[in-house]
C-alpha cells in the first residue's frame, strides 16, 4: 500500500485488522465491534481496493 493509501485506513479498519489477524471471522468481527457482518465485509471491500487486492484468496493476500 502507499503511504496516501494508509492514511485513509481508519481506526474501525484496523480494529478490524487486528482481529482478523487474532483469527476472528466476520461474524466474530461484527459482534465484538457492534456492526453487522454487511459492516464488516465493506470495510474489508475498502482494504482491498486500497491495498490493491482485487482477486484470489483476498484475506490472505491481505494479512501477508
Do not use: C
Request: charged share 25%; aromatic share 10%; net charge positive.
Amino acid at each position: 500500500p502507499t503511504q496516501s493509501n494508509l492514511k485513509k485506513v481508519t481506526s474501525t479498519d484496523w480494529k478490524i485488522l487486528n482481529l482478523l489477524v487474532s483469527g476472528a471471522d466476520n461474524s466474530d468481527i461484527a459482534k465484538e465491534l457492534k456492526m453487522s457482518r454487511r459492516t464488516v465485509k465493506a470495510h474489508f471491500q475498502k482494504l482491498f481496493f486500497l491495498f490493491g487486492i482485487v482477486d484470489g484468496i483476498k484475506r490472505v493476500k491481505l494479512l501477508y
